[in-house]
């Protein structure tokens, strides 16, 4: 089995025929029916007193995702315990990096498409939006050129004009994969409330005023435009655009973005973090630069998931506790580790407890980068896949893998 070997929790239907609902309440639709035992992973429980839990469960051989109530589920023990342990994911850090939807060109070899999708795969949407718009001015009706420039939309923060481009896209020519971003980008609009903007240097900040003052915002901000000249001085993560950053409300953070529960902060090509706090604390802070160092790795490149989260938790200060290594070690030696070319491409779904296993395995292999690697460069590393690949069976024996 490739990545973390996951225990699975008895979290399961309770009764025949239960309704899975595209929402919280009794006259939300029902997106399908579910019968007794069948196994479900619970995303998260809103914390407004609804006791309305978002689940995946597999249904018919399909994946579907949507919201249950507490007594239509049996074995939330493990769950209510996973929420309790939720703050030792990650040590100060509870964030989390979603890999960046990386875009291909369905049944094209236009080159001029072909660099429109290097430039989205670079982070460089607003240039990709420069070349689209002409070309659809041209050919309106390319579903191709409308896929493109919703995704480009989508990651300028602009989520209406996503919207629009990607109906018509699927109106002139359907698309499963596009249909299934639609519907979750449409979710998403519909839950945030984050409008209000500051612009920095580098970054764009989008917000909640109503929970979140001005002030911390701003100095949300500063962070986050001192953490990129910081971060790209390592690394070599220069960019022309603005980075987006979206900071919301708890409950708004997780419905929106679907994370799991003990997530603090994502990257999908837009910094995502949650922030109830009214001023910028210590842990907010080492929260920013972690999801800083995701963008900047995503400017650069396609990175495995260790290495993401790894240079992540180390370049925005976390340290491996004494009991998280001897933790790491025992779970090593029970062969419950699997080498670091066999992870799975994102965390992002694990429990938290062996979510906390594998962050704690990408923190451990980014110090032997650092400590055993230095004279490479982390620069040097990071720009050169082969030497990656090269350097990592070392960084498994050094971790006892």
Request: with cysteine; glycine share 6%.
């Amino acid at each position: 089995m490739v990545g973390i070997v996951v225990l699975l929790f008895a979290v399961t239907v309770k009764q025949d025929q239960a309704p899975l609902r595209e929402s919280c309440g009794d006259s939300e639709p029902v997106l399908t029916k579910m019968a007794a035992g069948t196994p479900v992973e619970v995303r998260f429980v809103l914390s407004d007193g609804s006791d309305c839990y978002k689940i995946a469960a597999t249904v018919d051989g399909k994946q579907r995702v949507g919201y249950v109530t507490k007594d239509e589920l049996s074995g939330l023990e493990n769950f209510d315990q996973q929420r309790r342990d939720a703050a030792s994911v990650t040590g100060s850090s509870t964030a989390a990096s979603v890999p960046v939807r990386q875009v291909t060109i369905p049944r094209s070899n236009d080159p001029l498409l072909g660099s429109i999708v290097d430039l989205l795969n670079t982070n460089q949407p607003a240039k990709a939006l420069e070349r689209i718009e002409p070309l659809l001015k041209l050919n309106p009706r390319n579903a191709i050129l409308l896929d493109l420039a919703g995704m480009a939309s989508y990651r300028t923060d602009d989520v209406r004009h996503a919207l629009e481009y990607w109906k018509l896209s699927l109106e002139i020519q359907p698309d499963d994969r596009l249909a299934a971003m639609y519907r979750q980008v449409e979710h998403e609009a519909s839950a945030d409330k984050s409008g209000d903007k500051l612009y920095g240097m580098r970054v764009a900040l989008r917000y909640e005023g109503s929970s979140l003052p001005a002030d911390t915002a701003r100095s949300m901000l500063g962070v986050l435009d001192e953490q990129f000249a910081h971060i790209s001085d390592q690394l070599g993560c220069a960019t022309d655009e603005r980075i987006t950053a979206v900071v919301q409300s708890r409950q708004a953070y997780l419905q929106t973005t679907g994370a799991a529960e003990w997530s603090g902060g994502q990257y999908d090509g837009r910094i995502h973090v949650s922030a109830d706090a009214s001023t910028l604390t210590p842990q907010m802070r080492e929260t920013l630069a972690h999801e800083m160092v995701h963008a900047c790795l995503a400017n650069i490149g396609s990175f495995p998931a260790w290495v993401h989260e790894g240079l992540a938790q180390k370049l925005s200060g976390a340290r491996l506790p004494a009991s998280a290594r001897a933790e790491l070690q025992q779970a090593i030696a029970a062969g419950a580790i699997p080498k670091l070319e066999q992870m799975g491409p994102s965390f992002s779904r694990l429990d938290s407890t062996h979510a906390r296993l594998a962050y704690e395995l990408a923190l451990a292999a980014a110090e032997v980068i650092v400590d055993q690697h230095a004279g490479y460069g982390l620069r040097n590393i990071v720009h050169n896949p082969d030497m990656l690949a090269r350097i990592t069976p070392e960084i498994d024996k050094a971790l006892g893998l």
